[in-house]
């Protein structure tokens, strides 16, 4: 786990903290695992895809028994898609990505996400 900043930049507003720490998913493990099995998702999941791409970067929520908010972002960490997943969800193809965000539920609305907007974290 990584104590790390996840900034939004709002437009004409400059920056504001979405979450002050957040779990990171950079090797097969941790990303074939991501939140499956939680019960809760008290902080958000970043996920690192080795090359930016639709299909393979397909997510699941299977064995996930919490609803949460998937965040995609292209290279320059811009906001592609967002979507709210269900449990045991058998696909979610998003638009060509690069970074995953999950989220607890509500987040997209709480934070106002929308395609666009630069999302970016500090280690």
């Known amino acids: 786990m990584f104590l790390n900043y996840l900034l939004i930049e709002m437009i004409g507003t ?17 990303k074939l695992m991501g939140i499956m099995f939680k019960k809760k998702l008290k902080k958000p999941m970043l996920f690192f895809f080795s ?40 696909n979610v193809t998003p638009k060509p990505s690069l970074y995953l965000i999950e989220a607890p539920e509500g987040s997209i609305e709480k934070f106002k996400l929308k395609e666009g907007d630069k999302v970016w974290w500090k280690p």
């Open 14 to 30: 400059g920056k504001k903290i979405l979450w002050k720490e957040h779990d990171e998913a950079r090797s097969f493990g941790e």
């Open 51 to 90: 090359r930016k791409a639709s299909l393979e970067n397909s997510i699941h929520s299977l064995f996930c028994f919490v609803t949460f908010d998937a965040v995609f972002l292209d290279e320059k960490k811009k906001i592609v898609q967002t979507k709210t997943v269900k449990p045991f969800t058998l």
